[in-house]
């Protein structure tokens, strides 16, 4: 691993070693549970320059991962050559990227090729009037269910299919969903809602219930990955829960995020921002960038408040974040 000369702790200690960036605001998908928003890209999004900057700032400090997020990232038409410069960046061990897979058809390979070796693909259903339901028209099931196929055949390192459970939406189809990430050799995941929309959370325990009740029984299994996620070992391979709400996962939190307009969140479920944009085309010098970021993290408090009584009000929105 290379040596950082800083290494990047908040104020509770935590080593920050993955960044989750989002490259852009938009999306064809308008998911019920997730904030849209209508930003156009342009001027206020960070450029390709200044992503290989900004990268390479975080990567001095430490971050190993880098996962491009968004709104929906391969809707950022130079994905694929952001992601070969990540990958490229001095320090960078591993690039990510989380989509909704509706141009995997075309994409998959390029990315792979680009040096992505994680790839997360969010599919909440497998029935496509649901899908239309929860991600509105312009969601249609062929693309992305082609879009898994195609990653599947491409081979990434990993591959994972997220469901975001919704009480009386989908949690009907888990193990459906679970034997068909199965059968592509990808793992399936499910994450508890988080209050940024509608629907109703169900608690990964029921989760793990319906599961059961739906033919796939599981066992604990010790694998972790790099995020919160834990895992369970059933007959088809891994199952893994995201309990964003009810195991709060704060304590080993080992990331920050960037906006796609360059805004340095040290927390998902905080407000506070520092703009490194503004920063970057003030001219700021790469000592100044890691004091500002390395300052904004001694700020970051122990835990989200997102389980407590009006976290809706204070939570930024999802798709500005990237998840
Ligand atoms: N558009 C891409 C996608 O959908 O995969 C990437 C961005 S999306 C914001 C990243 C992840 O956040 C997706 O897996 C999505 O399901 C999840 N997500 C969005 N809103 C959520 C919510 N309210 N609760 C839990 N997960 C959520
Ligand atoms: Fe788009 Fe992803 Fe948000 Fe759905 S979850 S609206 S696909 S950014």
């Known amino acids: 691993m ?3 000369p800083r290494t990047l702790l908040d104020a509770q200690g935590r080593h920050i070693q993955y960044l989750r960036l989002s490259l852009t605001d938009r999306c064809n998908f308008r998911c019920s549970y997730c904030s849209v928003s209508n930003y156009e890209d342009g001027d206020r999004i960070l450029s390709r320059p200044e992503i290989r900057r900004v990268v390479a700032a975080f990567a001095g400090l430490g971050v190993r991962r880098v996962r491009l997020t968004g709104g929906e990232p391969t809707l950022r038409r130079e994905v694929v050559e952001i992601a070969a410069d990540v990958r490229a960046t001095p320090g960078i061990e591993e690039v990510a990227l989380t989509t909704n897979g509706h ?3 075309q ?3 390029p990315l792979r090729d680009a ?3 994680a790839l997360n693909v969010s599919i909440d259903t497998l029935d496509a009037a649901t899908l239309a339901r929860i991600s509105g028209r312009g969601a249609r099931l062929h693309e992305v269910l082609d879009g898994i196929d195609a990653a599947a055949a491409a081979g990434f390192g990993s591959l994972k299919l997220n469901t975001v459970v919704m009480g009386g939406v989908n949690d009907g189809e888990l193990g459906a969903l679970v034997r068909h990430a199965w059968s592509r050799g990808a793992t399936p995941r499910f994450i508890e809602l988080m209050p940024f929309g509608d629907g109703v959370p169900v608690p990964t325990a029921v989760v793990k219930r319906k599961l059961t009740e739906q033919g ?7 694998k972790r990955g790099w995020g919160p996620a834990h895992y369970m070992r059933g007959a088809g391979g891994h199952v893994g829960f995201i309990g964003a709400i009810t195991e709060n ?6 990331r920050a995020r960037i906006t796609a307009d360059g805004g340095f969140q040290a927390c998902l479920g905080g407000s506070e921002r520092l703009d490194l944009r503004d920063l970057l085309r003030a001219g700021a010098s790469d000592e100044h960038l890691a004091d500002a970021v390395q300052a904004a993290l001694g700020r970051k408090g122990p835990r989200h408040h997102m389980d407590e009584a009006g976290a809706r009000l204070v939570t930024l929105p999802m798709m500005g974040i990237g998840g």
């Open 249 to 254: 996962f704060c304590e080993t939190c080992n």
């Open 216 to 222: 796939v029984p599981l066992l604990p299994d010790p």
């Open 107 to 109: 994409l998959a390979v």
């Open 103 to 105: 141009s995997l058809r």
């Open 115 to 117: 040096g992505v070796l």
């Open 2 to 4: 290379a040596c950082s």
